[in-house]
T-cell receptor
Framework: AQKVTQAQTEISVVEKEDVTLDCVYETRDTTYYLFWYKQPPSGELVFLIR??????QNEISGRYSWNFQKSTSSFNFTITASQVVDSAVYFCALSEAGTGNQFYFGTGTSLTVIP | DSGVTQTPKHLITATGQRVTLRCSPR?????VYWYQQSLDQGLQFLIQYYNGEERAKGNILERFSAQQFPDLHSELNLSSLELGDSALYFCASSVGGGAHTGELFFGEGSRLTVL
């Protein structure tokens, strides 16, 4: 079974629109960590955020914000006022304290921001 | 720049051949992870080493092997190559052995093309 599900395969938005990328995870551990990574067309994977399971506070970093809800096992990512440079594939990932070492990645959401 | 160095960046070879991909982790990081990213498979975890020892194994084929050396750099060996092995191979490093110690930092990847 998929531990991380990113149901949105591709999303297109027009520049300056807000967009939310969904991430649903599955775990039985009480201690776990969630991540978002960005993969621009150049190919490298860029770390965006790490969140542990005990911290449900939402986080905002500039135009980026993350909504962590344990009740729905979701860790959604919103980009406000999207820009062309936001075009990339975004991956959500989970790591469980129990297994300790594996990072489970979702299949990614390809975001295209149209100028 | 994540601080993780991978060589070569691009590699073209023929079926049946053997190649070695090299990774130097960020200074101070003890863990090295290898991932394979192909178009139809997403990011697949292959193997993790921590301070020279194998820590976790994912979907790594028997034709593939890896090791981490005393200086902490790692090599991924791919042998008897098949067309389906064409992919982007990522190395990532982290400070400790699991997500509780921090996030993964990825190299730029090695793009392998098997003809």
């Amino acid at each position: 079974a998929q531990k991380v599900t990113q149901a949105q395969t591709e999303i297109s938005v027009v520049e300056k629109e807000d967009v939310t990328l969904d991430c649903v995870y599955e775990t039985r551990d009480t201690t776990y960590y969630l991540f978002w990574y960005k993969q621009p067309p150049s190919g490298e994977l860029v770390f965006l955020i790490r969140r542990n399971s005990f911290d449900e506070q939402n986080e905002i970093s500039g135009r980026y914000s993350w909504n962590f809800q344990k009740s729905t096992s979701s860790f959604n990512f919103t980009i406000t006022a999207s820009q062309v440079v936001d075009s990339a594939v975004y991956f959500c990932a989970l790591s469980e304290a129990g297994t300790g070492n594996q990072f489970y990645f979702g299949t990614g959401t390809s975001l295209t921001v149209i100028p | 720049d994540s601080g993780v160095t991978q060589t070569p960046k691009h590699l073209i070879t023929a079926t049946g051949q053997r190649v070695t991909l090299r990774c130097s982790p960020r200074s101070g990081d003890l863990s090295v992870y290898w991932y394979q990213q192909s178009l139809d498979q997403g990011l697949q975890f292959l193997i993790q080493y921590y301070n020279g020892e194998e820590r976790a194994k994912g979907n790594i084929l028997e034709r593939f092997s890896a090791q981490q050396f005393p200086d902490l750099h790692s090599e991924l060996n791919l042998s008897s190559l098949e067309l389906g092995d064409s992919a982007l191979y990522f190395c990532a490093s982290s400070v400790g052995g699991g997500a509780h110690t921090g996030e993964l930092f990825f190299g730029e990847g090695s793009r392998l093309t098997v003809l």
